[in-house]
């Protein structure tokens, strides 16, 4: 810090607040510090009694709190996202578009390990709206070594940290399962459950079929559907061990790749993922129909998006893969799946 006279002070850094006081209206900082006074805050600054104040002395070698939130922004930024205003020294990351978020957790963490800087993101795999907020950074102190920031620049380049997926995923099939379906011994809740959370995503039903436990059958429906371009295929139904659940069985004979049958959900755990090329089959157990929250859930806006689910990824929903069927549904402001 070095104290000067205020008359002489323009173009210079105050390293603290300076409040202002009038009596029955206003109590709070006329001016905060990081603020870079102008020739028309001299005189402001002496009717509030300073004729002298501390500045920053800023060399070549530091860099003050707003450029360095804007380089930690440069790490974040991508197609699809803007930043907000700059607001002591914090710089927010905002969704352009709906679409999947993304987040590089291993880039986060080279940035967040470094000291005197700071990245916080929502959780990545998880659903945006255009407008919403996806992350906020800023340095620690009001103002840092240049190395340190080219040192984080240098470790954390390349693709950067966030990123949105657009819904682009359209046209899917549903085929329902099950004797007492096709038989029309009750009444089909599932289907309009599932037509309802796709159509979140700007999805459409090209197809429905009404599948009995004969895997013939399901085989053949899936055939088709896949036959007039369906993008995504859910089998709703016959996914248990009873002898009669016989959906995992067709969905394996219509596949390529099986990613998982089984998943350490909660709604969800006998939840089934295959594809035939590149177009995913889905197997969607009893519980979708009824639980406010389950791993389609998880699952599908991913899907919806086109982005790679590994096996590997579904094993490590197991910690947080507990819905706690709350009363009141704050998904996806809870612990769920994450």
Known sequence: MKLIKTENAVGQMLCHDITQIIPGVKKGPAFRKGHI??????????????????????DENTIHENDA???????????????????????????DIDGLLKVDTKKLNIVNSQGDMMIATRHGNFPVKAGDILAGMRIIPLIIERSKMEKVKREASGEPILKIMPFILKKVGIITTGNEIFYNRIEDKFTPVVKSKIEEYGGEIIAHKISSDDPEMTINFIKEILDIGAEMILCTGGMSVDPDDRTPYAIKK??????????PVLPGAMFMLAYKNDVPIVGLPGCVMY???????????????KDTI?????????????????????????????
């Open 37 to 58: 006074i102008k020739e028309e805050d001299v005189p402001v600054l002496l009717s509030l009694g300073k004729d002298n104040i501390y500045i920053w002395e800023v």
């Open 291 to 305: 639980a406010k929250r389950t791993i389609f859930d998880l699952i599908l806006p991913r899907l919806m998006a």
């Open 69 to 95: 939130a804007e380089i930690l922004y440069s790490l974040c930024k991508n197609t699809n996202i803007h930043h907000g205003e700059i607001k002591e020294g914090k710089i927010e990351a905002v969704a």
């Open 254 to 263: 219509s596949s390529d790749k099986i990613i998982s049958y089984g998943a």
């Open 310 to 338: 590994t096996r590997e990824e579904i094993n490590n929903f197991g910690e947080g893969g507990l819905c706690l069927n709350c009363q009141v549904c704050t998904f996806p402001n809870c612990g769920f799946g994450k």
